[in-house]
């Protein structure tokens, strides 16, 4: 800062250009990796790709089978984790004043949440599909599933559930309400929209993860839909890592991670937008 | 009544303690599956340089080098990006473009590992491959797609870090004449710095744990990277790569690789929890300390001035 090269003002344009100029990288690479998946994945993407069975490994064909047994193993995923996880956060929201346990159970869910996929992925065989014998199962990758987004749904639920305003759980104690009918007949419908957003940010994040499933759901190519919970399925970004890793076929992948990130970015932007909203009218 | 309500209290109690048990049934698990495996061939075998399964040789040591110095890498992209990013939209952004760009960094977070993957073996392993030279599939292409990876992570913490301090500290900056960026290099980011510390620290725990994305742009081959455009493997791509045909001892070592991953990941989140939680005082006293000496040296210096 010796000299009067650098002025005050001058730092502050130059730190403001470097800044921006950060930030538009950032955005460029973002819009780069959409468009390019989009761009030569979308061209595939017909009504004859969404509702056929795959053939020749994935060559040819479509991914209905692999569509729906993502559904599956994702949406049994979120259910399983949603009783947990809204138990916690009514839990964390309603009943605690803070101190020790509270904060065990809340260093513990951040612990979970920073926990590699491939780790729980670890777990979820040994336990799931060997101890418990799943075997490679849309229940054990659910299950696993479940552990995995039970952070998230506790941390959203418990913010839906702040967003609540006190004068709702007071009034309704005043008229002689107990907690718990209060927290069932007041509280827990005010705060459902915010609490349902949260469950579909935990589906976006369970169908694009992989490591986790690997291990758990299996990974051969189902030739028609499952049929039992037991079956074992291959899901959406599982069948794009074959089809990626192994070159079996540049359009089919493409075009499956054309699918797997409109789908994503579509459930996480609304549902992004919707909790924005939630969040406002209590605000 | 009061009774029913009791119970509720006990049950909700019981599911709360759901995510401290998971990770306590993990640490029961991986441990039980690979701790006894260490034991038995001995820690020089497990941390030797020699990775061969069918000759009953178990060294890590080289994957450790491989993820840490991917890591290394990762952050040297993302955290200086990730916080510029953060300052933009915490600090100069107004609220409208705040607002436009806020999604852009969720549809970021949203996408697959992967997807990023796949844009690394399509697109950065021929870059590398063209213009730098070496195989492409290489510690630099890891570091590269990971840096882009953690950006979310690194953005939104330093973000919350930036939010947490308090309006009156930029006010007082800017009323007593600093710029714009004064205020946020001389101000607001060194009050902020412990949340930006936890940002970064939870940064390292992605990067360290990222496992699909990795597998797909660093080679795998276990050696020691001796330049950033060789292959390397990762603590996580080896577990990616065998689980699914090992057994017995072999299986028992990729177990026991999780063991050193979860170590860390949890050692990196006890950290970043406890530099978190001294964030949520709103002024440490040190810091109002430092406010009160700036405000009596810039009285002093305004005095002279203002008497005759």
């Given at each position: 800062m010796s000299g009067r090269l650098l002025t005050p003002v001058r730092a502050q344009l130059v730190a403001r250009?470097?800044?921006?100029?950060?930030?538009?990288?950032?955005?460029?690479?973002?819009?780069l990796v959409l468009w390019f998946v989009l761009r030569r994945g979308?061209?595939?993407?017909?009504?004859?790709?969404?509702?056929?069975?795959?053939?020749?490994?994935?060559?040819?064909?479509?991914?209905?089978?692999?569509?729906?047994?993502?559904?599956?193993v994702t949406l049994l995923g979120v259910a399983t984790s949603a009783p947990l996880g809204i138990g916690t956060a009514i839990y964390l929201a309603e009943y605690t004043k803070g101190g020790r346990l509270t904060r065990a159970i809340r260093f513990g869910s951040e612990c979970l949440a920073g926990v590699p996929s491939i780790i729980i992925g670890l777990f979820g065989f040994v336990l799931f599909v060997t101890t418990l014998g799943l075997g490679w199962s849309i229940l054990a990758g659910a299950l696993t599933l479940?552990?995995?987004?039970?952070?998230?749904?506790?941390?959203?639920?418990?913010?839906?559930?702040?967003?609540?305003?006190?004068?709702?759980?007071?009034?309704?104690?005043?008229?002689?309400?107990?907690?718990w009918q209060t927290i069932v007949r007041v509280v827990l419908p005010a705060a459902l929209p915010g609490?349902?957003?949260?469950?579909?940010?935990?589906?976006?994040?369970?169908?694009?993860?992989?490591?986790?499933?690997?291990?758990?759901?299996?990974?051969?190519?189902?030739?028609?839909?499952?049929?039992?919970?037991?079956?074992g399925t291959r899901t959406l970004s599982i069948h794009f890592y074959q089809l990626a890793r192994e070159g079996i076929s540049a359009d089919h992948a493409y075009a499956t991670a054309a699918v797997l990130v409109l789908a994503i970015t579509v459930i996480n932007l609304g549902s992004s937008f919707a909790m924005h909203r939630f969040m406002r009218r209590y605000g | 009544?009061?009774?029913?309500?009791?119970?509720?209290?006990?049950?909700?109690?019981?599911?709360?303690?759901?995510?401290?048990?998971?990770?306590?049934?993990?640490?029961?698990?991986?441990?039980?599956?690979?701790?006894?495996?260490?034991?038995?061939?001995?820690?020089?075998?497990?941390?030797?340089?020699?990775?061969?399964?069918?000759?009953?040789?178990?060294?890590?040591?080289?994957?450790?080098?491989?993820?840490?110095?991917?890591?290394?890498?990762?952050?040297?992209?993302?955290?200086?990006?990730?916080?510029?990013?953060?300052?933009?939209?915490?600090?100069?952004?107004?609220?409208?473009?705040?607002?436009?760009?806020?999604?852009?960094?969720?549809?970021?977070?949203?996408?697959?590992?992967?997807?990023?993957?796949?844009?690394g073996i399509s697109v950065v392993l021929p870059w590398i491959r063209l213009y730098l030279g070496g195989p492409g599939a290489s510690g630099l292409a890891g570091a590269l797609?990971?840096?882009?990876?953690?950006?979310?992570?690194?953005?939104?913490?330093?973000?919350?870090?930036?939010?947490?301090?308090?309006?009156?500290?930029?006010?007082?900056?800017?009323?007593?004449?600093?710029?714009?960026?004064?205020?946020?290099?001389r101000v607001v980011l060194p009050a902020a710095r412990s949340g930006i510390l936890a940002a970064v620290i939870l940064g390292v725990g992605r990067a360290v744990g990222e496992t699909m994305a990795v597998v797909m742009v660093t080679g795998n081959a276990v050696q020691l990277p001796l330049s950033p455009l060789e292959p390397l493997r990762?603590?996580?791509?080896?577990?990616?790569?065998?689980?699914?045909?090992?057994?017995?001892?072999?299986?028992?070592?990729?177990?026991?690789?999780?063991?050193?991953?979860?170590?860390v990941i949890v050692g990196l989140n006890t950290v970043a929890a406890l530099v978190?939680?001294?964030l949520a005082r709103p002024a440490s006293r040190a810091r109002r300390a430092r406010s009160r000496a700036i405000t009596t040296t810039e009285t002093e210096q305004i005095q002279p001035a203002v008497t005759p």
């Amino acid at each position: 800062m010796s000299g009067r090269l650098l002025t005050p003002v001058r730092a502050q344009l130059v730190a403001r250009t470097i800044l921006w100029s950060m930030m538009m990288l950032a955005l460029t690479v973002l819009a780069l990796v959409l468009w390019f998946v989009l761009r030569r994945g979308l061209q595939h993407v017909d009504w004859a790709f969404l509702s056929q069975p795959p053939t020749d490994s994935g060559r040819s064909g479509g991914i209905f089978p692999i569509l729906i047994g993502t559904l599956e193993v994702t949406l049994l995923g979120v259910a399983t984790s949603a009783p947990l996880g809204i138990g916690t956060a009514i839990y964390l929201a309603e009943y605690t004043k803070g101190g020790r346990l509270t904060r065990a159970i809340r260093f513990g869910s951040e612990c979970l949440a920073g926990v590699p996929s491939i780790i729980i992925g670890l777990f979820g065989f040994v336990l799931f599909v060997t101890t418990l014998g799943l075997g490679w199962s849309i229940l054990a990758g659910a299950l696993t599933l479940a552990l995995m987004t039970l952070p998230l749904v506790i941390r959203t639920s418990e913010e839906a559930l702040r967003a609540v305003p006190a004068a709702y759980r007071e009034v309704s104690l005043s008229l002689g309400a107990s907690k718990w009918q209060t927290i069932v007949r007041v509280v827990l419908p005010a705060a459902l929209p915010g609490i349902f957003t949260g469950l579909i940010l935990g589906l976006g994040r369970a169908i694009g993860e992989t490591a986790a499933l690997i291990f758990t759901a299996g990974s051969s190519l189902p030739h028609q839909v499952p049929r039992s919970l037991l079956d074992g399925t291959r899901t959406l970004s599982i069948h794009f890592y074959q089809l990626a890793r192994e070159g079996i076929s540049a359009d089919h992948a493409y075009a499956t991670a054309a699918v797997l990130v409109l789908a994503i970015t579509v459930i996480n932007l609304g549902s992004s937008f919707a909790m924005h909203r939630f969040m406002r009218r209590y605000g | 009544m009061r009774l029913a309500d009791k119970t509720v209290e006990r049950t909700l109690g019981l599911l709360a303690l759901s995510s401290i048990l998971v990770l306590l049934s993990i640490t029961f698990f991986i441990f039980k599956e690979g701790a006894p495996f260490v034991f038995r061939v001995g820690f020089a075998n497990f941390f030797s340089t020699e990775w061969h399964p069918t000759a009953g040789r178990y060294g890590i040591s080289y994957m450790i080098v491989g993820t840490a110095a991917v890591t290394a890498g990762a952050l040297a992209f993302g955290v200086p990006l990730g916080v510029a990013c953060a300052v933009v939209l915490g600090e100069m952004a107004g609220q409208r473009t705040r607002e436009l760009l806020k999604p852009a960094i969720e549809i970021l977070a949203g996408i697959p590992s992967v997807v990023f993957g796949f844009i690394g073996i399509s697109v950065v392993l021929p870059w590398i491959r063209l213009y730098l030279g070496g195989p492409g599939a290489s510690g630099l292409a890891g570091a590269l797609i990971l840096g882009v990876m953690i950006l979310p992570t690194i953005i939104a913490i330093s973000l919350d870090a930036l939010r947490a301090v308090p309006r009156s500290y930029r006010d007082a900056s800017l009323a007593m004449g600093a710029t714009e960026w004064q205020t946020i290099w001389r101000v607001v980011l060194p009050a902020a710095r412990s949340g930006i510390l936890a940002a970064v620290i939870l940064g390292v725990g992605r990067a360290v744990g990222e496992t699909m994305a990795v597998v797909m742009v660093t080679g795998n081959a276990v050696q020691l990277p001796l330049s950033p455009l060789e292959p390397l493997r990762t603590l996580t791509a080896n577990l990616a790569l065998e689980m699914a045909y090992a057994s017995g001892d072999h299986r028992a070592a990729l177990f026991a690789t999780g063991i050193v991953l979860f170590v860390v990941i949890v050692g990196l989140n006890t950290v970043a929890a406890l530099v978190r939680s001294r964030l949520a005082r709103p002024a440490s006293r040190a810091r109002r300390a430092r406010s009160r000496a700036i405000t009596t040296t810039e009285t002093e210096q305004i005095q002279p001035a203002v008497t005759p």
